[in-house]
């Protein structure tokens, strides 16, 4: 063992920890009972410290090496690509901090803007890691999306991320400017190229379909990106939310009782209305299942305790908008409510539905 700590450069105390919980168990013992590490073993280990040292907690750790449905590959594209962005992210820093020092020499007043332009990495870059605990495909929210893309051979995904809800037996393109996402799509999946929504470098009516899940909120400019989606493809599919229904902020416990902020958050965020306009689309509401497989925002509406676990909360965008403040006082006050039990006496209805209208609504264009 002590020979494995000093390649790893940790402690035998280190080892051992990871032993007693689980994590990094060697399989088998010396003649003399001391712990021997099996290539697979040292293999485990390095996943496991190449996650802490980029910052995952062991919990998070444990959640990621234990992926079923990722081999020692796919952990090295996952890493390789959650370094890439770290350094592309220092080096953009670095061109910001230049930038302000050179017009700083010259007297040149600085806006506030230009003060944060060295922090302004995408969202996706900052949750992006924890997405491969929680963040799925879901069957029956994929069958209603890929029911929807009709005949369609060739598909762009815009905002592709890790690659979820696209379909198997079509050729599909994907699009994604975070490097992070991009390192943790599996072997095997569809080319993807480093770029905008905004900006997509393809022909007119390059694809039969473009479709976007889940990922409009997060583009600089929803309403230029759906119009590229449209410039490039004969139709388009984009699964998005609908503020435009009275009371729409009241329709999630979560957001109605715990978390207002969110109606913050989605304030500057085009109207469904808007939205299908742009494209010239139809709209169909996508209900959630009550045991959704994709740890969307929405997805544990009958399963309240989920929002407890941090694990849970990182792989959704809503908890890094809002801020650390609203989501203490928010998982707070939910735990005193489901320890009281004063959840179940609000909420207790939804334990007879299999499915919820919580917002996610499908454009058809």
């Known amino acids: 063992m002590g020979h494995v700590a000093g390649l790893a450069g940790v402690s035998v105390r280190t080892l051992h920890h990871y032993d007693e919980i689980g994590l990094v168990r ?10 021997a590490y099996s290539a697979g073993d040292v293999e485990r280990l390095r996943e496991v410290l190449a996650y802490r040292r980029l910052g995952f907690g062991l919990r998070e750790v444990a959640e990621l090496v234990g992926d079923p449905s990722a081999d020692a590959v796919a952990h090295l594209r996952r890493l390789r690509g959650l370094l890439l962005e770290r350094r592309d992210r220092a080096d953009a820093m670095v061109a910001a901090i230049d930038r302000e020092l050179a017009a700083r020499a010259k007297g040149v007043e600085v806006t506030p803007e230009e003060q944060l332009e060295m922090l302004g990495a995408r969202l996706y870059d900052v949750i992006g890691g924890a997405y491969p605990a929680t963040r799925r495909t ?6 209603q999306i890929w029911d929807a893309l009709g005949d369609a051979r060739t598909v762009l995904n815009v905002g592709a991320g890790t690659g979820s809800y696209e379909p198997a037996d079509r050729d599909v393109t994907a699009v994604e400017p975070s490097a992070v996402m991009r390192g943790q799509r599996p072997a095997g999946s569809a080319p993807c190229v480093a770029a905008a929504a905004e900006s997509l470098p393809f022909g007119d009516r390059s694809f039969d379909v473009a479709m976007a899940v889940s990922t409009v909120h997060h583009w600089r400019d929803p309403i230029a990106g759906l119009r590229e989606m449209r ?16 009371g729409w902020r009241d329709r999630f416990w979560l957001t109605r009782d715990y978390l207002p902020e969110f109606a913050v958050v989605l304030a ?98």
């Open 231 to 246: 410039r490039v493809a004969r139709r388009v599919v984009v699964l998005t939310f609908d503020t435009d229904e009275p």
């Open 138 to 143: 879901e069957p029956r929210i994929a069958a």
């Open 268 to 365: 500057e965020f085009p109207s469904l209305a808007g939205m299908a306009g742009a494209i010239g689309a139809r709209v169909e509401p996508v209900p959630i299942p009550w045991d959704c497989a994709d740890g969307l925002f929405e997805a544990y509406w009958r399963r309240p305790a989920a929002y407890l676990e941090d694990r849970v909360r990182r792989a959704m965008s809503v908890w890094t908008r809002v801020g650390p403040e609203a989501e203490r006082r928010a998982v707070r006050s939910l735990g005193d409510d489901l320890a009281s039990g004063r959840w179940v006496e609000r909420n207790g209805d939804l334990a007879d539905l299999e499915a919820a209208d919580l917002g996610l609504r499908l454009l058809i264009a």
């Open 26 to 35: 060697p399989s088998a013992r010396t003649a003399v009972g001391y712990r």
